[in-house]
């Protein structure tokens, strides 16, 4: 069965992105089919893996608008071993014209109807907010990777997105489940770090992962030069994190 995992947070700057490419490049490597499905209109993920956001002739603005089918637009990055939908600020426009449409929760889902059985994983790397873009990767969905830094206003947008996760779980996808909380930029030097991480594993003992992202050098440059961590420095501290991630997440699934 396809593990459709959603990496959201309503909080910027956590590392959404470099865990949604570092995960699926991880994944690839373990020999799975992985599907990175790109809907920040920003483009982050895209540019991560080595594609020029400004020159793609189809992107997830035609799939979900379902001016293409979903394999027209997905594309396979030179020396990456996973598959990509992609995207650019064409994106920012779905939002409005979605409202005018039918069913426009679940655009997303409709698409991956049609390419699911293709993969054994879709990652899709979500925008940091709360609009039609995030309602229809959850609602596509079978869980949500949260990635956070241990940091006291981490805490505090934890408690507001178990919030939404709850709301979309009583509107368009009762099935959506915590996949689990992912510690990222981590610096255990930090006193602040360790407090808020002994929190988490208090309260989210079950759902926290025990791989943890370290702040690492090569893993903040690997996205200037267009790929994974694991391309770009495959013995860096955080190519090694991401793959003990990877190895977390496929133990369950396999």
Do not use: W
């Amino acid at each position: 069965m396809t593990q459709i995992i959603a990496v959201a947070n309503q909080k910027g700057g956590v590392g959404k992105t470099t865990t949604s490419i570092n995960v699926a490049a991880s994944l690839a490597k373990l020999g799975r089919k992985v599907l990175l499905v790109d809907m920040d209109p920003q483009g982050n993920a895209t540019m991560g893996c080595g594609v020029n956001k400004q020159a793609l002739d189809l992107s997830s603005y035609d799939v979900l608008l379902e001016e293409c089918e979903p394999e027209q637009a997905i594309i396979s990055p030179e020396k990456i071993e996973f598959s990509l939908l992609p995207t650019n600020i064409d994106l920012t426009a779905v939002d409005v014209l979605l409202m005018q449409m039918e069913r426009r929760e679940h655009r997303l889902k409709i698409a991956f109807k049609k390419i699911k059985d293709n993969y054994e994983y879709i990652i899709v790397d979500c925008p940091p907010s709360l609009s039609l873009l995030t309602v229809n990767a959850l609602a596509a969905s079978n869980s949500v990777l949260v990635p956070m830094q241990c940091e006291y206003f981490a805490l505090e947008g934890l408690s507001a997105l178990m919030d939404t996760l709850k709301q979309i779980r009583e509107t368009v996808n009762s099935e959506l489940r915590l996949e689990g909380l992912l510690r990222t930029m981590f610096d255990g030097r930090s006193r602040l770090t360790r407090d808020v991480s002994d929190q988490l594993e208090e309260h989210f003992t079950d759902r926290l992962f025990k791989a943890v992202i370290p702040r690492n050098i090569r893993l903040a440059e690997a996205p200037s030069f267009g790929m994974p961590a694991l391309q770009y420095d495959k013995r860096s501290k955080g190519a090694l994190a991401y793959m003990d991630l990877a190895r977390e997440l496929d133990k369950k699934y396999k």
